[in-house]
């Protein structure tokens, strides 16, 4: 089991900037894929961003340039870096872990119990 406690949601202007962190506990985290998700109100689940275990990063084409991936394998902590943020950006952001490869929710084995962020415009 991988335990994923997320933090850093809140309430932020648009244009404004957030850092949200999830820390992993159990198993191996530096083996495991890591990615973020998020769920609007009446909107399914989408993919934001993952990180590989080697560093590789992926971005949904919405959120190109604005947000940021990274991970710490020693403190075993994955951070999402948002900036310029948008009035769809509001959800509530879900940390995720998987193996191999996180793309969708269904690759998914791990989930955060997630932290809203809000976006006033």
């Known amino acids: 089991q991988v335990q994923l406690v997320e933090s850093g949601g809140g309430l932020v202007q648009a244009g404004g900037s957030l850092r949200l962190s999830c820390a992993a506990s159990?198993?191996?985290?530096?083996?495991?894929?890591m990615g973020w998700f998020r769920q609007a109100p009446g909107k399914e689940r989408e993919f934001v961003a993952a990180i590989s275990w080697g560093g590789n990063r992926y971005y949904a084409d919405s959120v190109k340039g604005r947000l940021s991936i990274s991970r710490d394998n020693a403190k075993n902590t994955v951070y999402l870096q948002m900036n310029s943020l948008k009035g769809e950006d509001t959800a509530v952001y879900y940390c995720a872990a998987g193996l191999p490869v996180i793309a969708t929710a269904e690759s998914v084995d791990f989930w955060g119990q997630g932290t809203q962020v809000t976006v006033s415009s």
């Open positions: 159990g198993r191996t985290f530096s083996r495991y894929s």
